[in-house]
Structures are given as structure tokens and as C-alpha cells.
């Protein structure tokens, strides 16, 4: 019997030995959406710090290539050529094949830099100088520069997150927003014209095999449309196309670079991108992004990526806004809804383009960062939901004074605290200023968090005992029993379990010199920075072994798979049980997927 576990390579040849879950996450990620030759690089970026291209091959070809001596190379050289058109025989460098990450070449590693630089999983920076200082373009005086690439961990752990975005899209901006955010996931970085090009595509496709090219263009005009609300709403940002330095600074960049070192070249411009003879819809929305409309919006040679922070922060608002309505909508109705608005509000302000052209002085830059968090009752009406604007409106005194008036009331609250009152709403021309208690909210969210995870595994008991040592601090076995009202016995029985699971802490005391355990003293307690990064490290490993489940599974049903794609000219999909098999499998990938998103 076959054993269906063989083969199945999860790890690159430079996976990191302490098995840190974050980073093992994030290098999962990178080979489940790019292959492992972009793990490689990945995981050696990781081990290693910030690395050139050549440190970079330095590193892989040590734990990449085989050892060859001079017996075994005379030996290949004997050998008859499996082609005609070769002379002799070429020897296997690797210790192994490009399939689970083994690489030696050159130009693999730079394709996978490629890569990893146009979905942003990769920064390319000036080498520091002498001091310890960053380059400046000015201090390059002619020489060659070699770019040193780091990781972006963060970057890759969202990778996970992307249908999120894409549903949110959907929900914010219907499918036209869905569309592009799906492209410029898809493809990393994209130019104004390909972003509208690839997504009319995509959009087409979704409604109709036969679209024509008039209804192309509405469709065009539509996604457009959307596309300039999500730049103005910062959910898109535009960056430096790759292989280019900062558009202030090009001409002091001029052929600098090393041959080696430069990845990719100039891109070509961006009016002759997907021009094919005289294709009327290329032309046509090519007139369209020039019109004085989208000028400020779509600058000549912009090229867009999504900003994962602004969805994240939106995200983030919702699930606060579902906390605040648990706890605190029967007292103060659209409580949760008020407090999502706020956030959305002020991460428009971090992120979007429209509020950072407001601040065109020193001042004005300085007065924004320190406002960045307030808001006044008046710039959440946008962000409300209409029906409950339309009823903040139809109450006595107008919206603003029936939302300044709940704002008021909902600064009262002490547990968790949801709002600061930064001005004092009466008498105030705008209703007063407010601020969302986000911290606060945060920290009380992650209490419930731990408080459950620790009831999941050990009970009510546990979980008692971790709020006791998180409230009163240092404590002896015997206290905490007395604490947790349980007998000593199994007190501490679960005081070693949680602290095997690295949940607590413990601080042990000699009162003599011959440090006898008998005479010891034992206290625990709970720090919470190491118990937060312990339940973040069991989630990271958690989400890692439902990834790694998903691709064994799509792995051992590869079979499924490809019957699935010739349904409908075999029969073997016709029989009954052979569609009750395909459901089945495909409901079990559907729970996974469900699980880890």
C-alpha cells in the first residue's frame, strides 16, 4: 500500500530551526501563493537579516549545493548524454529538485526578488553608510550600489486575509471595487490603465461570455468610478514602480546600479501599455483617465497597490462596533454602530490622500498628527449607515445634536471605556470633540480572548486562576487555591499545566544559602506581554496546520480535481457516488477554508 503522506514538502532548505510560528506562517503562505523557489528566498531573507544578491546566493548555495568531489565528477563525465545535442553529461548541482525549494542558479533567485518585490513581501533599500546612517542618492557620487532586500513579515502573514478584502470590497464598492481589489491582489502592482484594462476583463467575464464593446465601455466608465473612490477613500496607494528609485530622484539614480543588482528595467510608458494597433477601447480609456476629472486622481505613471492597513483598520472597526453593540447597545442605541463609524473616520485620516492635500504647512502637518485620533459628531454622519442617520435626523434637535448627545453618554462608560471627551460638547459650535478609547478597547477584547482560550483548554478553573494572578499578582500555590475555591491538590495540579504552557509565570525565592527546594518559596503570577505572545503563537500554529491540512488534502484529491475539469467529456462524474465523493471533498476543503479566514 502507497504511502499518501510521501513526498508532501511543506519547508524550504532554509526554514528557520527555532520554528517560530509567525515566521513559519508567513513562509507557508509564501510558497502556497508564489512556489518554493520564492520560499527560499523568503526564509533565507528571514534568517538572514538584510541581505544583497550576493549575500543572498552566498547563503542558499551553501545549504543548497551538493558537495561534488573530483571522483564523482570524472565519473558524470564518462557517462553517454541523455541528449544528442549535449557533449557530455551535466552534473545535478542541488542537493535536491527545484520542486521543494533546492536552488543554485542565479537568475532563479533574481526571478524570485522579482517576485516578492511586486507584491511587496520584499523592500529594497539604499546600503547604510559608515556611520550607520542611510545612503542618500547624493552620497553615491557614480559608484556601483548594491540594494539590500528585507522582509515584510506583516505583509505576508495578510496574505491569508485577501479574500476578506475582497469581500469587503464587494460589500463597499460592489463588484466593480471587488474587481480591482482582486486584480491588484492577483498581480501585485499595476498602472492606472491596467488596473481599469484587467478589471472591465474580469467584470465582463463574470457577467457575460459575449460582452460588446459599448457595454465594455460602461462598464469601463463604471469601474473607474470606483476606482478613484477607493483612492480617495485610501484603500489604494500608489508606490514607486520597481526597478525605479523615487520619481524626485531618478536622474541621480542613472545608471548606478550594479548589472547584477538591477531586477528589472524602466517600464515602459504607460499610454503605449496594452495598445494594440488601433483598438478603440484601449484609446477610449486611455481619453478617459486623461479627462480633467481623474487628473489628480490618476497621475501619469502611477503605479497602485492595496493598502493592506486601511482594510485591516476597517475590518478592525467592525469587530470593535459588534463589541461595543454586545456590551452597551441596550443602554445607548447605535452605540456600535457610532463607534465604527468613528474608526472608519479616523482611518480615512491616516490613510487616505484627501485629508493628507489638506495639510500643506509644517503647522498644519503638525496640528493633523496631534488630531489624528479626534473627531467631531459631524464627520461620522458619512460613515453612519442611512437608515440610522435617518433616524438621528427625524428626532427632536437634528443629527448632530441627538449624535453629540449619545457621544456624551457613551464618555461615561468605564468598562470597557469607549469614548474620551476632548471638548466638552455644550456650548460647543460643532457638537464637541471626541475620541475612540481604541487601546482600551483592544486590551478588553484581548482579556475576553485569553480568558476563553484558557477556559477552552483547562476549564473554568484555569481560567479562574490566570484572572486571579492577572488581578492580585505574585502568589503561593496555597493562596491561589484559596482564591479559585478549589482544593490545593488540583490548584496545583493546574498552576504546572499553565505553566508548561507557558501561561504563567513563576518566581522562585531562597530564603538560605544551600537553596533547598523544601524551604523555597514559589510564587506565580501573570505576565501578560509573554502570555499574549504565547496565545499569538498558538494561533499562528493553529492557522499553520489548517494550511498545511488544505494542501494535503488538495494534494492526495489531486484526482478529484482534474475529473472535475473533464466532467463534462468522461463519465466517470456521472455515477451517483462518484458525485457523492467530489461533494464531500469539496465541502471538507470548503470548512478549512472557512477555518482559516
Known amino acids: ?46 534568517t538572514q537579516g538584510p541581505s544583497t544578491l550576493s549575500q543572498l546566493m552566498i547563503k542558499i548555495r551553501t545549504r543548497c549545493k551538493r558537495d561534488i568531489n573530483p571522483e564523482r565528477s570524472r565519473l558524470v563525465e564518462q557517462m553517454t548524454p541523455l541528449s544528442q545535442r549535449r557533449s557530455r553529461a551535466n552534473l545535478n548541482l542541488t542537493r535536491g529538485n527545484e520542486e521543494k525549494g ?52 506583516e ?36 498602472t492606472s490603465h491596467e488596473v481599469v484594462k484587467c478589471s472591465t476583463e474580469c467584470v465582463g ?32 496607494e500608489i508606490v514607486d514602480p520597481i526597478g525605479r528609485a523615487p520619481v524626485n530622484e531618478q536622474e541621480e539614480y542613472d545608471g548606478n546600479e550594479k548589472p547584477e543588482e538591477k531586477l528589472m528595467e524602466e517600464d515602459a510608458d504607460d499610454d503605449d501599455v496594452f495598445m494594440d ?69 479616523t482611518a480615512s485620516k491616516e490613510f487616505s490622500p484627501m485629508f493628507k492635500m489638506k495639510s500643506a504647512t509644517e503647522d498644519e502637518r503638525q496640528r493633523f498628527l496631534e488630531e489624528k485620533t479626534v473627531f467631531t459628531p459631524n464627520d461620522v454622519m458619512n460613515f453612519l449607515p442611512q437608515t440610522i442617520l435617518g433616524e438621528l435626523k427625524n428626532k427632536a434637535g437634528g443629527a448632530r445634536t441627538n449624535l453629540s448627545s449619545l457621544l456624551t453618554t457613551m464618555a461615561q462608560f468605564n468598562y470597557p471605556p469607549t469614548i474620551v471627551e476632548v471638548e466638552e460638547a455644550q456650548g460647543h459650535p460643532d457638537g464637541g470633540k471626541f475620541e475612540i478609547a481604541t487601546r ?49 491538590k488540583d490548584a496545583r495540579e493546574l498552576l504546572h499545566q499553565l505553566y508548561k504552557a507557558n501561561y504563567i509565570s513563576m518566581l522562585y525565592l531562597q530564603q538560605s544559602k544551600q537553596h533547598n527546594p523544601a524551604t523555597a518559596s514559589y510564587l506565580w503570577c501573570v505576565d501578560k506581554k509573554r502570555i499574549h505572545n504565547t496565545v499569538l503563537m498558538n494561533v499562528c500554529r493553529a492557522l499553520y496546520n489548517i494550511r498545511l491540512r488544505r494542501q494535503h488534502e488538495v494534494e492526495v484529491g489531486k484526482e478529484w480535481i482534474e475529473r472535475a475539469k473533464f466532467a463534462d467529456d468522461t463519465d466517470e462524474n456521472h455515477s451517483e457516488a462518484d458525485k457523492a465523493n467530489y461533494n464531500r471533498f469539496c465541502q471538507g476543503l470548503e470548512r478549512i477554508d472557512n477555518a482559516s479566514i
Request: charged content about 20%; overall charge positive.
Open 277 to 345: 494597433g488601433g483598438d478603440k477601447i484601449d484609446t477610449a480609456l486611455q481619453s478617459i483617465l486623461k479627462a480633467q476629472k481623474y487628473k489628480k486622481s490618476f497621475i501619469q505613471g502611477a503605479v497602485w497597490r492595496v493598502d493592506y492597513k486601511m482594510f485591516h483598520a476597517s475590518l478592525r472597526s467592525i469587530y470593535l462596533g459588534r463589541l461595543v453593540t454586545e456590551r452597551y447597545n441596550v443602554k445607548v442605541p447605535f452605540s456600535g454602530a457610532i463607534v465604527s463609524a468613528a474608526l472608519k473616520f
Open 205 to 236: 467575464r463574470y457577467l457575460s461570455d459575449d460582452v460588446s464593446d459599448e457595454e465594455k465601455l460602461v462598464l469601463a466608465q463604471k469601474i473607474i468610478d470606483a476606482f478613484k473612490t477607493m483612492v480617495d477613500d485610501g484603500f489604494l
Open 1 to 46: 500500500m502507497s504511502n499518501t503522506f510521501g513526498g508532501f514538502t511543506t519547508t524550504s532548505p532554509l526554514s528557520a530551526l527555532s520554528h517560530n510560528a509567525l515566521n513559519d506562517l508567513a513562509s507557508n503562505c509564501v510558497r502556497d501563493y508564489f512556489g518554493p523557489t520564492c520560499q527560499t528566498v523568503f526564509d533565507c531573507l528571514i
Open 440 to 488: 482600551q478597547l483592544l486590551s478588553y477584547l484581548k482579556g475576553r480572548i485569553l480568558h476563553q482560550v484558557v477556559k477552552d483548554h483547562y476549564g473554568d478553573v484555569g481560567a479562574r486562576i490566570c484572572s486571579i494572578l492577572e488581578a492580585k499578582g505574585y502568589m503561593e500555590g496555597d493562596t491561589v487555591a484559596e482564591n479559585a475555591m478549589v482544593p490545593a
Open 102 to 153: 533546492f536552488i543554485v542558479n542565479i537568475s532563479a533567485v533574481r526571478a524570485a526578488l522579482i517576485v516578492l518585490l511586486q507584491h511587496s513581501l520584499v523592500k529594497a533599500q539604499l546600503p547604510p553608510k559608515a556611520d550607520g546612517t542611510a545612503s542618500s542618492t547624493t552620497a553615491i557620487d557614480g559608484k556601483n550600489v548594491k540594494f539590500q532586500y528585507t522582509v515584510e513579515l
Open 155 to 190: 505583509r505576508a502573514v495578510h496574505l491569508q486575509r485577501f479574500p476578506r478584502y475582497v469581500e469587503y470590497a464587494r460589500k463597499t464598492y460592489k463588484e466593480e471595487g471587488a474587481a480591482i481589489v482582486e486584480e491588484l491582489l492577483v498581480h501585485g502592482r499595476m
